[in-house]
């Protein structure tokens, strides 16, 4: 995971929770979508948090302190709607940890009750702890290998807290598909939206390749412009699935022939 600021004044004017903005590090690269973690009024600035997963990601963190990235397009997306629900729970994990952020300090602001559930594999990938304390009223971490906070998933201690009888109003769930699929499947029994974010589906991110294309309630719809953010339980998963995995097998391959940013 890498924290990346950008500075690009015409993003930060008009960015809310919930946006994306898509990023080409060089010409070559690819069009690759990264939610808004944060953004900075004063010094004109984005914060990305990048997950190191392909070619061009790859080529964005290998980057230095005052060099300059292709393209950056946005803010993209409709914009989570915030207002006083009562209590928020934030499930998130990987990348999703800074991308909840913005949407924990909007809800908190708005007069919620902001419960942020963030889990790792291990202790050494956490991160924004402080930053997550300021805009929650709760802030749990886990460890699948049991290194830092609570041992398991977020997902778990979101479905122990519904057993346990507490009260939620609404769920975010930001991570890879898996999780906020799996995470849609423990709050349905309890009737609790949840909203998860569908960026890492998207290739073009403007609504013209058709790539981002899922099945929502019988509807289909476009996970750029249509969200991100859509109904976990009104997702067809099984056609979300075989959409990702079309091109497995050429991103490999890119990865491949791009240098690391790790040194050891």
Not at 21 to 43: G, H
Not at 196 to 210: H, S
Request: hydrophobic fraction near 40%; aromatic fraction near 6%.
């Amino acid at each position: 995971m890498h924290e990346v600021v950008i500075e690009v004044p015409h993003v930060v004017k008009k960015a809310r929770p919930g946006q994306f903005v898509i990023v080409m590090a060089d010409e070559a690269s690819e069009r690759v979508p990264y939610t808004l973690c944060d953004w900075d009024a004063k010094a004109n600035s984005i914060t990305l948090v990048v997950q190191e997963v392909g070619r061009s990601s790859r080529k964005l963190v290998l980057m230095k302190a005052g060099d300059g990235v292709a393209h950056v397009l946005g803010p993209l997306g409709i914009p989570v709607k915030i207002e006083r629900y009562g209590t928020v729970a934030l499930a998130a994990g990987c990348y999703g940890i800074g991308a909840i952020l913005s949407i924990a300090r909007a809800m908190k602001h708005a007069g919620n009750r902001v419960v942020s559930i963030v889990e790792a594999r291990s202790s050494y990938l956490h991160y924004y702890r402080e930053k997550l304390e300021d805009a929650s009223d709760e802030v749990i971490q886990t460890t699948i290998d049991g290194s830092q906070g609570i041992k398991g998933h977020a997902m778990d201690l979101l479905a122990d807290k519904l057993r346990q009888g507490e009260k939620l109003d609404l769920v975010f769930a930001v991570g890879c598909p898996f999780m906020m699929m799996l995470t849609g499947r423990e709050t349905q029994p309890y009737g609790v939206k949840t909203l998860v974010a569908l960026n890492t589906i998207m290739v073009d991110g403007t609504g013209m390749c058709g790539a981002c294309r899922v099945s929502v309630g019988g509807a289909i719809k476009f996970a750029c412009v249509d969200g991100p953010f859509f109904d976990a339980h009104k997702i067809d998963w099984d056609e979300l699935w075989a959409r990702r995995a079309a091109y497995r097998d050429e991103e490999t391959h890119s990865v491949e022939e791009t240098g690391s940013v790790y040194h050891g």
